[in-house]
């Protein structure tokens, strides 16, 4: 069991920045690979970024490629988003997630069947 905890939402303005945290436990946080994704208001779920387990390899979603950088902490089991340049279209309920079958270090994925335990949420809003 993979328990995750996001934290760091909240309301800014259009061109601000926000980071988000993701706290994990119960497995070792090395063994698994990361990723962040998000629902907007009367959308479906969608993948905004991954991260392999050693922290190498990255992919981030076109919408917010440039903008959003994820990143690791493997020592403090915590995985990050930072978010510049917000924009009103990224406002949505940001979901980080835990893909604790990878086989290889430096893999990831990008959809939501390869990820296996889901944290609960954390808002994020952006006004004009």
């Known amino acids: 069991q993979v328990q995750l905890v996001e934290s760091g939402g909240g309301l800014v303005q259009a061109g601000d920045s926000l980071r988000l945290s993701c706290a994990a436990s119960?497995?070792?946080?090395?063994?698994?690979?990361m990723g962040w994704f998000r629902r907007a208001p009367g959308k479906e779920r969608e993948f905004v970024a991954a991260i392999s387990r050693n922290g190498i390899n990255t992919r981030f979603a076109s919408s917010v490629k440039g903008r959003f950088t994820i990143s690791r902490d493997n020592s403090k089991n915590t995985m990050f988003l930072q978010m510049n340049n917000l924009k009103p279209e990224d406002t949505a309920v940001y979901y980080c997630a835990a893909d604790s079958r990878r086989t290889y270090s430096s893999t990831y994925g990008y959809t939501e069947s390869s990820y296996d335990y889901w944290g609960q949420g954390t808002q994020v809003t952006v006004s004009l």
């Open positions: 119960g497995r070792t946080f090395s063994s698994i690979a």
